[in-house]
């Protein structure tokens, strides 16, 4: 089990100007953080230099991502567009590498806020198993497990619960491909987020802590005991790592509708945080 807390509390993209928080996080008793690899942060030595620092404070990662816009699209029926989101894939899974995570996460699918006024067709679940499983294959060369995130329906239609995620990863079939858990969206999704884990747990490979408001985790209505019973109930031994979102960064904001303070500060969040996770492990 470890403990971790995604960057973009802060940031989108980690550079030197983020390392002492490192070793604030490491006094804390964090285990790790999760990276951020998005567009525009492709290059894998910056990456490299990044996992220096993480080594120096004696922190380990994971790794996270987010198709870049309509153009990479891993479900769409144009050739074109699927065959973008995989060579994206594959240039974050190659930062992934560099920057020392052992996972990575996220929707890889679609990209957020696309919609078509229904669900996912038979086509489009058909051609998003087959990029999937090419990611996979490839992710598999790197020693990289990747852990497809289910996002609630006001941000994609693709994958909305821990069922369609776990459908996903049976069709998938590759060691390296499982589901990650988000306890926000599990919130809105799921009716019994313990009860689903409960019965499709076996393909959690990671775990987001992640309040009703997206704020400081325990201050709001997630029971968070229950899941971490249901987890430790289906063995789950990975990371629990703490993603909260602020109105620090406006774009990231935006996207995530972020338009209230939902937490006191950045310190509330990892001092109160790693104190929840800690109790309840």
Not at 213 to 224: A, E, I, K, L, N
């Amino acid at each position: 089990m470890k403990i971790g807390l995604n960057m973009m509390l802060w940031t989108t993209q980690v550079t030197e100007a983020h390392f002492p928080l490192f070793d604030t996080l490491k006094a804390v008793g964090y285990d790790g953080v999760e990276i951020p690899i998005l567009q525009g942060n492709l290059e894998t030595a910056p990456h490299q230099k990044v996992a220096q620092a993480l080594r120096d404070s004696g922190l380990q990662c994971s790794a996270s991502t987010a198709m870049p816009d309509a153009a990479h699209n891993a479900i769409s029926a144009d050739a074109g567009e699927r065959a973008k989101a995989v060579e994206f894939m594959q240039r974050v899974i190659d930062c992934s590498k560099a920057v020392g995570a052992e996972v990575l996460i996220g929707p890889f699918y679609q990209p957020l806020g696309l919609f078509t006024g229904v669900g996912p067709t038979d086509n489009e679940q058909a051609v998003g198993v087959e990029s999937m499983r090419t990611m996979a294959e490839y992710a598999q060369t790197q020693a990289l497990t990747l852990a497809v995130e289910f996002l609630n329906r006001f941000e994609c239609y693709f994958l909305n619960t821990l069922a369609d995620a776990a459908a996903l990863v049976k069709a998938v079939d590759n060691p390296h491909f499982g589901a990650m858990f988000d306890s926000f969206h599990a919130n809105i999704e799921e009716k019994d987020p313990a009860a689903a884990i409960a019965t499709h747990g076996e393909v959690i490979r990671h775990v987001h802590i992640s309040e009703n408001d997206r704020g400081t985790p325990g201050s709001g209505h997630v029971d968070f005991e229950a899941l971490f019973k249901a987890l430790k109930a289906r063995g789950y031994d990975g990371w629990y790592t703490i993603e909260a979102f602020g109105l620090a960064l406006p774009d990231l904001a935006a996207a995530a509708r972020i338009w209230r303070k939902c937490f006191a500060s950045e310190e509330e969040v990892y001092e109160k945080g790693y104190t929840l996770i800690k109790s309840l492990v």
